[in-house]
Structure formats: structure tokens, C-alpha cells
């Protein structure tokens, strides 16, 4: 294997069940990746999510070079054995989170310059040295430097920002060492107009990579806006390769983006919500703190088979949550997980049937019921 993997396995309309293969293992597409930021899914042990079905998990160059430093998680094994996680991990490259997280940024062609939101000291991102920091974490897939085009951005800065991203692009290429079982992505920017993002497509398949992600998307534009981005931009994509949306979404986002091409998704929603005590359920979303589950028996979720739906009612979460125990957390977190993950096993065995837009459309429809 030179690169990573890709077979597509079955297309139903637009929608496309795959399998990625790479040194530590494989993923099965339609594919959702919890977000294990700082080398660890915030509230869950490894052994945890992987028992939800995560099959890759992302961990972000961002935070990982400001603490403990990329030297010290190489020095301790790499990201893998440091975290206790033996299959694939994908890293972010940084860009994104330098520009959401960190103090005083000064962008130039060479790359950004950030003060680290932890304790103010002054650091250097560029692409080779981001590329450098994702093969110390030992990350199976690496993406591009970037920069995440802000929502709203007229055409000529989102076409000046996204060319910049293809020059780190083209230099991300070049600094990426290659093994087997190991790739690089390139991201696909160019904000909400057509023609920037057919040029950056254009771009990124010149220089060709292992995968091709949409970045600059759930930025504030609203979810029509993204859905009719990703209408022009996926038919536009190779076909043979890996589509990953980057920082998506709700379950609505993942059901529509999966029936425009999408293969992989990451965001922070099943754990960060979860963690203040929204759960993900088959009829949309429920705040556990709300008085009306006090005195309820029921499980958060009746047809969900996750350890807080098997063994505990809504009435124990929620005071678990009131008297801030930190089961309470651990609990959503693991359950929204699950939820995630049976949502991608349901959409993949759809797609394998060819009956995706039945079951697409009857999982929407749920969604908008409420919960009772
Ligand atoms: N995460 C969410 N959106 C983006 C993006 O546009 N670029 C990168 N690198 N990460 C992201
Ligand atoms: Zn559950």
C-alpha cells in the first residue's frame, strides 16, 4: 500500500459507502470522527469510544504543539500509544484552531505567527512545520495548512485567502514524507462562490493527494448556504478518493452532506454538548437539565443500546447533572457518541440496500417530530 487506501464500495444517487485503509487499520464510510483534541475525547476512556464504533478518532496539531509539544508525545511513542488508541487517527493542521483560539495572529506568505492561548508565548506555524509536527504525533492522515476562509467574505478575499491555502497546499505536498499506510489531505476552500471553489478543487487535483477535504463551510453561512456549496463542489471532486467535511456537524448536516458525496465528518458536538447536558436523541435534542426529566424513568433514548440508555433513567441524568457529578458528563458524552455512530452504521446500511433516501428521509422526519 503506497498512501492510504480508498474502495468505494457501493453508490446510492450521490451518496457513497467506502472504505478507507491505513497503517492502523480501516474505516468503514460513511465515517464520523470524535474530536480527541488534546490527545484524549474529553470525559471518555479510548476503550469507550471505540466500544460506540469510532473506528478513527481527530487530534489537533494546534494544541497538541503548545502542550505537552509534538517532541514529547514522539518521545512517549507518538499519538497513538500515547493516548492508548491503536487505530487511525487524522490530525488537523492548526491553521483553523490558531485562528479561532489564539491571541494576536499575524498571517503572511510564509505562514502564522500566534501567541498560544495558554500562556501567551509566541510560536510559528508554516506548512512544513506543521506537516514536521503531524509526523512526530505519527498521524495516519495529515492535512494541509490552511486557512479557513471566514463566513462572510467577499469573492476577492475568499479568492486571495484560497489561493493562498493552495500554495501551502503545493508546499504541504512537498514537506510530506511519504509511507505506506499513511496519507495527506488537501482542503478545498474558496468560501460560498462557485468558481473559487472549482479553482481550488482544480488546484489540489493537480498537486493530488490521498483524500480532498471541504473546509471553510459551518462558519456561520447556515445550513442551506453549505448544502448548496457542497451541491457545486462534490460533483467537481474525484471520484476514487476520500471527501471529508471538516468541523460538520448535527445529525441533519451529516444526513444531507452524506446525500451530497461526503464521506468523513469530525465535529465537537456529541462531546461538547454533551457534556452540558444536551443528548442527541432519534426525535432531535433534549436539554437533560430541564426540569421535566426530574421525575422521568425512561431512558434518554428507548431504542439507543449505549451503557447511560441501558442503565440509568432521564430522572437519574438529570441529577446527576444538578449536583454537577461528573457521571453526568461521562454519560452524554458516551451516548451521543453512540448516537453518532449508530446514525453512520444506519446511513452505510442504507446505501449498501440502495434505499438510502427512504431511510434518510424517515431519520429527518424524526428528527423534526421533537422530543416527547
Ligand atoms: N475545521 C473546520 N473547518 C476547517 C477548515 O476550513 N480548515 C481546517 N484546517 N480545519 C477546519
Ligand atoms: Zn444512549
Same mark, same amino acid.
Given at each position: 500500500m503506497t498512501g492510504i487506501g480508498f474502495d468505494l464500495l457501493a453508490t446510492d444517487g450521490r451518496a457513497r459507502r467506502?472504505?478507507?485503509?491505513?497503517?492502523?487499520?480501516? #474505516?468503514?464510510?460513511?465515517?464520523?470522527?470524535?474530536?480527541?483534541?488534546?490527545?484524549?475525547?474529553?470525559? %471518555?476512556?479510548?476503550?469507550? @469510544?471505540?466500544?460506540?464504533?469510532?473506528e478513527i478518532l481527530l487530534g489537533n496539531t494546534y494544541h497538541l504543539m503548545l502542550r505537552p509539544t509534538a517532541e514529547r508525545v514522539a518521545q512517549l511513542g507518538g499519538l497513538h500509544r500515547f493516548m492508548n488508541w491503536d487505530k487511525p487517527i487524522l490530525t488537523d493542521s492548526g491553521g483553523f484552531q490558531v485562528m479561532s483560539l489564539s491571541d494576536l495572529r499575524t498571517m503572511s506568505e510564509e505562514g502564522v505567527t500566534f501567541?498560544?492561548?495558554?500562556?501567551?508565548?509566541?510560536?510559528?506555524?508554516? &506548512?512544513?512545520?506543521? #506537516?514536521? /509536527?503531524?509526523?512526530? =504525533?505519527?498521524?495516519?492522515?495529515? %492535512?494541509?495548512?490552511?486557512?479557513? $476562509?471566514?463566513?462572510?467574505? $467577499?469573492?476577492?478575499?475568499?479568492?486571495?485567502?484560497?489561493?493562498?491555502?493552495?500554495?501551502?497546499?503545493?508546499?504541504?505536498?512537498?514537506?510530506?514524507?511519504?509511507?505506506?499506510?499513511?496519507?495527506?489531505?488537501? /482542503?478545498?476552500?474558496?468560501?460560498?462562490?462557485? !468558481?473559487?471553489?472549482?479553482?481550488?478543487?482544480?488546484?489540489?487535483?493537480? #498537486?493530488?493527494?490521498?483524500?480532498?477535504?471541504?473546509?471553510?463551510?459551518?462558519?456561520? !453561512?447556515?445550513?442551506?448556504?453549505?448544502?448548496?456549496?457542497?451541491?457545486?463542489? !462534490? &460533483?467537481? %471532486? @474525484?471520484?476514487?478518493?476520500p471527501r471529508y467535511l471538516m468541523g460538520?456537524?448535527?445529525?441533519?448536516?451529516?444526513?444531507?452532506?452524506?446525500?451530497?458525496?461526503?464521506?468523513?465528518?469530525?465535529? @465537537? %458536538?456529541?462531546?461538547?454538548?454533551?457534556? $452540558?447536558?444536551?443528548?442527541?436523541?432519534?426525535?432531535?435534542?433534549?436539554n437533560i437539565r430541564n426540569a421535566r426529566h426530574a421525575h422521568d424513568e425512561r431512558p434518554l433514548d428507548s431504542e439507543c443500546g449505549c451503557p447511560a440508555c441501558r442503565s440509568y433513567s432521564r430522572g437519574y441524568l438529570h441529577h446527576l447533572f444538578k449536583a454537577d457529578e461528573m457521571l453526568g458528563p461521562m454519560l452524554l458524552t458516551w451516548h451521543n457518541l453512540h448516537y453518532y455512530q449508530d446514525l453512520m452504521r444506519t446511513m452505510r446500511q442504507a446505501i449498501a440496500d440502495g434505499n438510502f433516501e427512504e431511510v434518510a428521509?424517515?431519520?429527518?422526519?424524526? =428528527?423534526?417530530?421533537?422530543d416527547i
Amino acid at each position: 500500500m503506497t498512501g492510504i487506501g480508498f474502495d468505494l464500495l457501493a453508490t446510492d444517487g450521490r451518496a457513497r459507502r467506502g472504505r478507507v485503509t491505513t497503517a492502523h487499520g480501516t #474505516i468503514e464510510t460513511p465515517a464520523f470522527m470524535p474530536v480527541g483534541t488534546a490527545a484524549t475525547v474529553k470525559a %471518555m476512556t479510548t476503550d469507550a @469510544v471505540a466500544s460506540t464504533g469510532a473506528e478513527i478518532l481527530l487530534g489537533n496539531t494546534y494544541h497538541l504543539m503548545l502542550r505537552p509539544t509534538a517532541e514529547r508525545v514522539a518521545q512517549l511513542g507518538g499519538l497513538h500509544r500515547f493516548m492508548n488508541w491503536d487505530k487511525p487517527i487524522l490530525t488537523d493542521s492548526g491553521g483553523f484552531q490558531v485562528m479561532s483560539l489564539s491571541d494576536l495572529r499575524t498571517m503572511s506568505e510564509e505562514g502564522v505567527t500566534f501567541k498560544s492561548h495558554l500562556d501567551g508565548s509566541r510560536h510559528h506555524l508554516t &506548512p512544513e512545520r506543521s #506537516i514536521q /509536527i503531524q509526523h512526530m =504525533l505519527d498521524s495516519n492522515i495529515t %492535512m494541509c495548512l490552511d486557512e479557513c $476562509t471566514p463566513f462572510p467574505a $467577499t469573492e476577492a478575499q475568499a479568492e486571495s485567502s484560497m489561493r493562498l491555502s493552495m500554495r501551502w497546499a503545493r508546499r504541504s505536498k512537498d514537506a510530506f514524507v511519504e509511507r505506506p499506510g499513511y496519507g495527506l489531505f488537501g /482542503i478545498v476552500q474558496g468560501g460560498i462562490y462557485p !468558481e473559487q471553489r472549482a479553482e481550488s478543487v482544480a488546484a489540489l487535483t493537480d #498537486i493530488g493527494f490521498d483524500g480532498y477535504a471541504i473546509g471553510g463551510l459551518a462558519v456561520g !453561512e447556515g445550513q442551506e448556504t453549505m448544502f448548496r456549496v457542497l451541491d457545486f463542489t !462534490e &460533483p467537481l %471532486m @474525484v471520484k476514487d478518493r476520500p471527501r471529508y467535511l471538516m468541523g460538520v456537524g448535527r445529525p441533519s448536516d451529516l444526513i444531507g452532506a452524506v446525500r451530497r458525496g461526503v464521506d468523513m465528518f469530525d465535529c @465537537v %458536538m456529541p462531546t461538547r454538548s454533551g457534556r $452540558t447536558g444536551q443528548a442527541f436523541v432519534r426525535r432531535g435534542t433534549i436539554n437533560i437539565r430541564n426540569a421535566r426529566h426530574a421525575h422521568d424513568e425512561r431512558p434518554l433514548d428507548s431504542e439507543c443500546g449505549c451503557p447511560a440508555c441501558r442503565s440509568y433513567s432521564r430522572g437519574y441524568l438529570h441529577h446527576l447533572f444538578k449536583a454537577d457529578e461528573m457521571l453526568g458528563p461521562m454519560l452524554l458524552t458516551w451516548h451521543n457518541l453512540h448516537y453518532y455512530q449508530d446514525l453512520m452504521r444506519t446511513m452505510r446500511q442504507a446505501i449498501a440496500d440502495g434505499n438510502f433516501e427512504e431511510v434518510a428521509g424517515a431519520m429527518e422526519a424524526r =428528527l423534526n417530530e421533537g422530543d416527547i
